[in-house]
C-alpha cells in the first residue's frame, strides 16, 4: 500500500510540473485531490479496509502526500498566475518615453468671436439678443421700413430673390425691428446679430454674404444722446478707450434723422493710413431715430413712443480689430488663417 501511495505521490508531482494553465491545474486537482473522484481521496476513504496494525502508518503517509500535493498545487498556481500576469504586462507594455498625440482642437472664427464680444457689451447695457430669418419676405425687408417697390433705396441693396418681388435673402438685419415691435410692446432693447446677403461684386472690403448687428432701443424719452452714449460705450471696449465716434448725416428710408458713424482708425490712431484711406476714420454703421411711419407700421404711436436703430457690419469691425485688409479671407476657410485666432 504504501508503494502505491510513493506511486501516485510520483506520478502527480511529475504531472503538476507539465500542467501550463489555470484550467489545467483545476482537472489535476479534481484527479488526485478531488473530494468525489481524486486517487488519494480514494486511498484515505479506502482505509477503513486497511488490516489495522498498517492503518495507521498508510493513514499518516496519505495525509503527508496530501498535503505536500496541495503545497505543490498553490505553488504551482502562484508561478503560473505571475507568469500569466509578465506575459499581459509585455504585451501590453506601455512606452512613457512616447511623445503625445495632439488632438486637433477648434476655435471659434473671428467673426464669432467678434459677433459674441459686442453682443455681450449691448447685453451688458440690457439689450436682449434675439435671432430672426435669413429668408425674409419683401415685406419685413423692405416695405414695412418704409421702402416701397418703386424706392430707389433698393438699388443700394441688390437683391437675391427666392420669388422675385416676394422672397428673398435678407439684405439686411432691419427686417428684425418691425418683427420685435410687432411681438413686443416698448420699452424695447434688442441686439440681433446673423448674416446677411447682397447681389454685389466682391473685393477687399465687400462681400455677397456678411454678418450684421442691428440694435433697436424704443421708449419715451430715447434721444440721439442716447443712441450716442451707447455707440461710444460700444466702441471703447471693442476698438479701446481712446477711440472717437463720428457721426455723419446720412439718409437711411426707415430712420430720420439718419447717421453713418464712423470710428477713429485703430491701425493708425486717427493720423492716415492705408485702412482708413488716409482719412483717420473707419466707417462702422449707420444708424439714426427710428421714421415715424415705421413705428405707425407697427402700431406703435409715433406721438407717445420714440426710439433708434443701427445696423453695424461686422466684417469689417473685424477686419479693423485684428489689422485684417481682406474681407475675404474670412470665409476662405483657409486653416493657416484662422488658426491666428
Ligand atoms: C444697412 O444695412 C442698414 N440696415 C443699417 C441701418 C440699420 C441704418 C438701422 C439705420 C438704422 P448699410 O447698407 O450701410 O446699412 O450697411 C450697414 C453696414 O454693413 C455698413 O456700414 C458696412 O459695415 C456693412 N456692409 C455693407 N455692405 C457690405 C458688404 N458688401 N460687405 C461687407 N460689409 C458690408
Known amino acids: ?53 498498517q492503518r495507521k502508518a498508510i493513514g499518516q503517509r496519505a495525509n503527508e502526500i496530501k498535503a505536500e500535493l496541495e503545497a505543490l498545487l498553490a505553488a504551482r498556481r502562484a508561478a503560473l498566475e505571475s507568469a500569466e500576469m509578465e506575459r499581459a504586462l509585455q504585451a501590453e507594455r506601455l512606452d512613457v518615453t512616447l511623445p503625445g498625440r495632439n488632438e486637433p482642437k477648434g476655435g471659434l472664427h473671428p467673426i464669432s468671436q467678434t459677433i459674441r464680444d459686442i453682443c455681450r457689451v449691448f447685453s451688458e447695457m440690457g439689450f436682449h439678443i434675439i435671432e430672426g430669418p435669413e429668408v425674409e419676405t419683401d415685406y419685413y425687408n423692405f416695405q414695412a421700413l418704409n421702402i416701397p417697390a ?12 427666392v420669388v422675385p418681388g416676394q422672397i428673398l435673402l435678407r439684405t439686411q438685419t432691419s427686417p428684425n425691428q418691425i418683427r420685435i415691435m410687432q411681438e413686443q410692446r416698448p420699452p424695447v432693447r434688442a441686439v440681433v446679430p446673423g448674416k446677411v446677403y447682397r447681389n454685389e461684386a466682391t473685393d477687399a472690403t465687400h462681400e455677397a454674404m456678411f454678418h450684421q448687428i442691428e440694435g433697436l432701443l424704443i421708449d419715451k424719452t430715447t434721444t440721439m444722446r442716447d443712441l450716442r452714449g451707447c455707440l461710444e460705450r460700444f466702441a471703447h471696449v471693442i476698438f479701446g478707450p481712446t477711440t472717437q465716434v463720428r457721426f455723419r448725416p446720412s439718409y437711411f428710408p426707415f430712420t430720420e434723422p439718419s447717421a453713418e458713424v464712423d470710428v477713429t482708425c485703430i491701425v493708425c490712431r486717427g493720423t492716415g493710413c ?4 488716409y482719412s483717420g476714420w473707419v466707417e462702422v454703421l449707420g444708424s439714426g431715430m427710428v421714421h415715424p411711419q415705421v413705428l405707425r407700421n407697427v402700431n406703435y404711436d409715433p406721438s407717445v413712443y420714440r426710439g433708434f436703430a443701427f445696423g453695424m457690419g461686422v466684417e469689417r469691425i473685424a477686419m ?17 488663417f484662422l488658426n491666428q485666432f
Request: aromatic content about 6%; overall charge negative; charged content about 35%.
Open 320 to 336: 479693423m480689430r485684428y489689422g485684417i485688409n481682406e474681407i475675404r479671407l474670412f470665409s476662405q476657410n483657409d486653416l493657416r
Open 150 to 161: 418703386d424706392h430707389p433705396a433698393r438699388d443700394m441693396q441688390d437683391t437675391f430673390w
Open 274 to 277: 492705408r485702412v482708413c484711406k
Open 1 to 53: 500500500m504504501l508503494d502505491r501511495l510513493e506511486e501516485l505521490r510520483q506520478r502527480a508531482t511529475a504531472e503538476l510540473e507539465t500542467c501550463d494553465s489555470t484550467a489545467a491545474l483545476t482537472a489535476w486537482n479534481s484527479k488526485y485531490l478531488g473530494r468525489q473522484d481524486g486517487e488519494l481521496t480514494a486511498v484515505l476513504r479506502g482505509l477503513r479496509d486497511v488490516p489495522a496494525d
